[in-house]
């Protein structure tokens, strides 16, 4: 059939149109593959990379910490976190400040932990929001609405049962940091949790156990929908400690407000049974990322929570120092325990006027050490060289690191004429006055002894001169098969002290309690040796003045010694900061300990499991076991 000129007219119009047509298709297709190629490109690739077999890491549990009876300080529960695996990290850079905005966090701050992820490599998630409670749960479930790359996991996370009971012995955790990262190139995995501070960071390679890891199939959503293999995780190693958690307890409601800190050590072997420094802090805190007011109250209080006083706060012994100096005065020859001076309660050295707290008469050297007289010991700065004071103290270890086992322990400093020519800023302070060896005399000056330390050297005197080495650790066991393996305690030496001269000592000390300073803290049916000790801040002229200071004026009040005196069992010393007079705080807090430890505490606690920790204190034989060992 023919057609004429109109109707091949129209067909060829209608042929026109559709050509067009197709070739605005064709380019508007073009368009399309070209925007997905060069705008959407990354976006799909991760896509497509989604639907596929990822490697997913199963986080390993930490150790248990146990106090030695076994009750728990640490353990861990099932905690949920809003993740973004690795693969699913986010590429464009207003989708990471959009998320950012809504986990309200700062961007730059969000890209780089982003970027950091990315170079990492491994199979760690990026977490962004940690151990939700019901309402962050709330939240995170609303932003996976809005940002499907995002999962929720579970996962252990630590709890500390103790909340602030040892929070400076068992430290906390957190992510590792980049500087720690840096330090020690390939040890740690971006984003590990590992210890901080305490027993946490110190046996961190025994406590956080062998990551596991889950081989998967997930869909474009990220969702899993088949597993191939798994390679379940091995837990850490529990640690269990010489500390008695009831005794800890007791120490921290006695010291309520108050500042400072008490160690208690056992003379068997130098275990640590109490280490407590107030203030405390609850690990717990640290769990979850910190808020701005949060870390300004742990980082930068004036209180300083975080630092453990009893191993890093150096105060001047005050008086507790007056038996280190009756040794030296003894050792030296100066003095035999039967010397005696007058004491009319105030005398002049050097055109100074030296004040002591009571007329005491002639008084000898136990008499002095009960009485706590300055007048006597005065007399003996007089006759003693700086450097025989500070040698005294090297002999019984108090000027070197006691070697607890706990990170940054500072040493305590007894000055000698050597330290003052090196640490003086100008020349002129460089010399050393005799005049300064009296204020050394009574522990006042430049000495700057820590609560351990001090517990220690009272050790020594408990134990005729063993300089025994305090620590925390008891033993480790392997949670697999719950096998406990005892830590050898470590070793001690001997710095020899002549019998005489101890017997010297110990009756004075134990004068303290029977009639002298701190006789309003003996305890019926328990021989307490002790000396109280009062450190002063600042001088005043009259009591009346010093009653009308703030508190941070205030002396320190100290007070150590031993129990009891017929076969001593522990050591121990108290320092309360700025809680005045050594009789008025810091002894009835040491009277506080023993009076838990030696007639309120369970005598037979359950046994932990896995490992038998029987308490040799037990019926107070004072038998010389290592704790652990059948009485």
Known sequence: MSLD???????????????????????????????LQLVRRAELRQLA?????????????????FDRNGFKLVENRKAQHLVVQREDLPQRPETIDALARALQMEPDQLRRRVAAVRAA??????????????????????????????????APSRIYLGDELAGHVVGYVGEVTPEAMLKEPGRYQFGEIVGRSGFEASRNDQLKGIDGQRRIMVDHLGREVAQYSAQ????????????????????????????????????????VLALYSSPSFDPNAFLSRLSRE??????????????????????????????????????????????????????????REFRCDGVHGSVNLVQAIAHSCDIYFYELGMKLDVDDIHNTAVKYGVTELTGVDLPHEVASRVPSREWKARTAKRAIDRKWYAGETISVSIGQGQNGLTPISLARFFAAIATRGRLLTPHLLYGIR????????????????????????????????????????????ALPGLTICGKTGTAQVAEFKDKAHYAKQAKSLKDHSLFAGYAPRENPQIAFAVVAENA???????????????????????????????GRLPDAFDGGSGQQARLGEAP
């Not at 890093?312 to 040794?327: D, E, I, W």
């Open 478 to 521: 392997n949670d697999q098969n719950n096998h406990l393996d005892v830590v050898p305690p470590p070793p001690f030496r001997e710095a020899r002290m002549e019998p005489r001269f101890w017997e010297a000592l110990d009756e004075g000390l134990y004068g303290v309690l029977r009639y002298g300073t701190a006789k309003d803290s």
């Open 5 to 35: 000129l109109r109707q091949r007219r129209v067909l060829q119009d209608r042929i026109g149109a559709l050509q067009v047509f197709a070739w605005v298709f064709i380019l508007l297709l073009a368009a399309v593959y070209g925007w």
């Open 294 to 351: 949060q870390a300004e109250y742990f980082w930068h209080n004036p209180s300083r929570p975080m630092l453990n006083r009893a191993i890093q706060g150096r105060y001047p012994p005050g008086s507790t120092f007056k038996p280190l100096v009756a040794l030296a005065a003894l050792e030296k020859g100066i003095i035999t325990p039967e010397t005696t001076f007058l004491c009319r309660g105030r005398k002049v050295y050097y055109d």
């Open 121 to 154: 490599g491994g199979n760690r998630a990026l977490v962004l929001l940690d151990n939700l409670d019901d309402a962050a749960l709330a939240v995170a479930e609303r932003l996976r609405a809005r940002y499907p790359f995002l999962s929720i996991v579970v």
């Open 580 to 610: 005045g007079f050594g009789a008025h705080t810091a002894a009835p807090i040491a009277r506080r300990l023993c009076q838990y430890w030696f007639f309120d505490r369970t005598r037979r606690p359950l046994p932990p499991p896995g």
């Open 232 to 271: 379940d995780p091995s837990s850490g190693r529990s640690l269990y400690l010489t500390l008695d958690a009831g005794l800890q307890k007791m120490l921290a409601d006695a010291f309520g407000e108050e500042q400072g800190a008490g160690v208690v050590i056992d003379l068997r072997d130098g275990g």
């Open 49 to 65: 990379q989604q639907q596929a077999i990822k490697v997913r890491t199963t986080p390993a549990q930490r150790g248990f910490i």
